[in-house]
């Protein structure tokens, strides 16, 4: 089967690398609503799907409730221009990406709280212990990766959120857990294995980057995906 790639393919996918370097260039996004109770809080309907695997894994009920999902532009314009009169531009730099540069406009990431009584929207309580420990080691099995770490706040230009979560599909998200990168350290490391000789294999997949190029094609007859970096290629799962 051949597939061609084409320019406007490198910004799709649940690898696309959203940052104040890389900003969201698509928003086509296929949204479902978290749950009838969550009826506003949305998110895109495979990484839903995988979230609430995830939560019925860990017998999760009501425990862990969802703050914050999918986000229009003018939604994250207004949280930013929000914070910037409620918390001031120090705040605000650290915990609030700028238009266009957030995770939450491509309906891949999801803010998540312990249930309790008056959760903060911009800083819930998602603690290192508990049931939301439970999740987050449980998290890459089924595609999500914390994405704001301490130690990575250089490179991701974010403070630490221990309560977003960040969709980017199996085994991406156990390699990255297993190696301890950020996002931006995986789609670079990536670089290396290049296809179609030079793949990383991982348990039963092989793991290539492919470069734009004008004309970018795969020919395959296996069970793969395909997603954008959002900056100048592709990367390549195949299931062997």
Not at 9 to 34: R, W
Not at 100 to 106: K, L
Not at 146 to 170: A, C, D, L, P
Request: net charge negative.
């Amino acid at each position: 089967m051949r597939k061609v790639l084409k320019n406007e393919d490198i910004y799709k996918g649940y690898l696309i690398l959203i940052n104040p370097d890389n900003l969201l260039k698509d928003e086509t996004v296929n949204l479902v609503s978290f749950d009838n109770k969550y009826k506003d809080i949305k998110l895109e309907s495979d990484v839903n799907e995988n979230l609430h695997l995830a939560l019925d894994e860990i017998k999760a009920n009501n425990k862990i409730v969802p703050v914050s999902g999918y986000r229009t532009l003018n939604e994250q314009i207004d949280i930013y221009n929000s914070s910037l009169k409620e918390n001031g531009e120090e705040f605000t730099k650290k915990f609030v990406a700028l238009p266009n540069a957030s995770e939450h406009q491509t309906g891949l990431a999801i803010d998540l709280a312990l249930n309790e009584e008056n959760i903060d929207f911009i800083c819930p309580k998602f603690p290192y212990y508990g049931i939301c420990e439970e999740f987050r080691k449980m998290a890459p099995k089924y595609g999500f990766i914390e994405r704001y770490k301490e130690e990575k706040k250089n490179t991701t230009k974010i403070s630490k959120e221990e309560w977003h979560f960040r969709y980017v599909g199996y085994p991406h998200s156990e390699i990255i857990n297993n190696n301890n990168f950020c996002l931006e350290e995986y789609i670079s490391f990536l670089k290396q294995f290049t296809y179609p000789h030079n793949p990383l294999n991982y348990k039963e997949n092989k793991i290539y980057y492919l470069p734009f190029q004008k004309e970018t094609f795969i020919e395959l007859n296996k069970d793969y995906t395909i997603s954008g970096n959002n900056i100048d290629g592709f990367i390549l799962t195949i299931k062997e």
